[in-house]
């Protein structure tokens, strides 16, 4: 009985699995590959008059993290991603030494990469970056090689076993954004802990923030330009688990 009931709960989770992996399948090529076949043309034909994409970013600061997981949460809840892999994660480190201590929370995600070094990894094409900046896989044409994965030098990317291997990632909840909504880890984060705009029109918050000079990326010694920027943490000497 109670292997039966496990066994049905595996099954719903690989179906919902299935279901949203092949709605953003659905939504990369009716929709997104429809917008880079427009963005290319707008440029063959030079046409000022043609609308320029956005260039998704996202602002963390470290400040306002209480490391609650509600972004975690959401995430899982949006993407149905397989069972013990998530598409952002938060980071926990200890920084000072007792009395003074404090935990310091980082969330991590595909930091969606100026150059991203998994694209070349593919020998397939499979994965390829849009002109809104999100980097993105195409299940279509993904044969499970799974190169990409160690090319990602943020642990970003992972094999989903449900669907033969395919690999899976964040990607800013695009079928969210052509909705005109904000990623769900964006949209859950009471403490507004992150931030998330077009880089190349920014407004409000976003704007304000973009406009500092102490923002940080992860892992700043690979010299890499990345759309998922930080604020560091003031209260501890090590600013976070950047």
Sequence with gaps: MHAAMKFGRNQTQVNEGRNIMNNRRLFLKNGLLTIVGIAALAKGAKSEAASKPQKWGMIIDLNRCTGCQACVIACKAQNKTAPDQFNTRVLSLEDGNYPESRVIFTPVQCNHCEDPRCVPACPLE?????????????????????ACVPACPYGARFLDERHGNKVDKCDFC?????????????????????????????????A??????????????LKIKTSVRYVRSRKGKKGGSL
Aim: glycine content about 8%; some cysteine.
């Design 174 to 206: 695009l079928n969210r954004l052509e909705q005109g909504l904000l990623p769900a880890c964006v949209e859950s984060c009471e403490a507004n802990a992150r931030l998330f705009g077009d880089m190349d029109a920014p407004a409000g918050e976003f």
């Design 126 to 146: 499979a994965t390829f970056k849009l002109p809104n900046g999100i980097v993105v896989t195409d299940w279509d044409k993904c044969q499970s090689y799974g």
């Design 208 to 221: 304000e923030y973009l406009r500092r000079k102490d923002l940080a990326v992860r892992k700043p010694e």
